[in-house]
């Protein structure tokens, strides 16, 4: 199947600081990718939707200038954690489908990017 | 606002057993469904996607069923082995949408 990394897989940064997370279909194109979010032992939440060329979709409740996405290009999106805080620190998943593949509506998702703001 | 709900929260079984594992959804226009499993701190991984116009799917030992009226589907796993340990997420789709929404998730724990 298609192949979606994330990088860093895991990260630790003071408060206060900003943090990069990068997701990457490897072997196929996406023109839209999405966020996940998910706290110890609960399922994923989406945060957002991201759209190549144009602004990201956010769900509600998730803070736009908090967490930035871009999508610069067809098989790059990346997740910005603006000034973390603690409460920020939580495993970041994303997910891309294959905007010419044959695997139908099947969604493809990255390993996780554990962020621990101290 | 759809909801996903999985039961049983958390399963723990001998090796060899076929087991059930449910998920029910409130909102019955769904596009798909989707299983995946997730090892401990790691990604998702897909197991099977059923169609909202098909009953079933089937992958080796995996069987997947959907019953989209009733708002349920369940997963199938026979002779359950001890790599079968992980947490088992089901989620929905609904049309002109690409998002998904998760269910809560089963806890499966396969000992030999």
């Known amino acids: 199947g298609a192949v979606v990394s994330q990088h860093p897989s895991w990260v630790i940064c003071k408060s206060g600081t900003s943090v990069k997370i ?12 999405f966020w996940y ?3 110890p032992k609960q399922s994923l939440m989406l945060m957002a939707t991201s759209n190549e060329g144009s602004k990201a979709t956010y769900e509600q409740g998730v803070e736009k200038d908090k967490f930035l996405i871009n999508h610069a290009s067809l098989t790059l999106s990346t997740l910005t954690v603006t000034s973390a805080h603690p409460e920020d620190s939580s495993f970041y998943i994303c997910s891309a489908r294959d905007s010419g593949g044959s695997d139908g509506e099947e969604l493809f998702f990255g390993e996780g990017s554990r962020l621990t703001v101290l | 606002k759809q909801e996903v709900t999985q039961i049983p929260a958390a399963l723990s079984v001998p090796e060899g057993e076929n087991l059930v594992l449910n998920c029910s959804f409130t909102d019955s226009a769904i596009y798909n469904l989707q299983w995946f499993r997730q090892d401990p701190g790691k990604g998702l991984t897909s197991l099977l996607l059923i169609q909202s116009s098909q009953r079933e799917q089937t992958s080796g030992r995996l069987n997947a069923s959907l019953d989209k009226s009733s708002g349920r589907s369940t997963l199938y796993i026979a002779a359950s082995q001890p790599g079968d340990s992980a947490t088992y997420l089901c989620a929905v789709s609904h049309y002109n949408t690409d998002k998904l929404i998760f269910g809560t998730g089963t806890r499966l724990q396969v000992f030999p």
Do not use: P
Request: proline share 0%.
């Open chain 1, 22 to 33: 990068e997701c990457r279909s490897l072997d196929f194109q996406a023109t839209t990718m």
């Open chain 1, 37 to 39: 979010r998910q706290f």
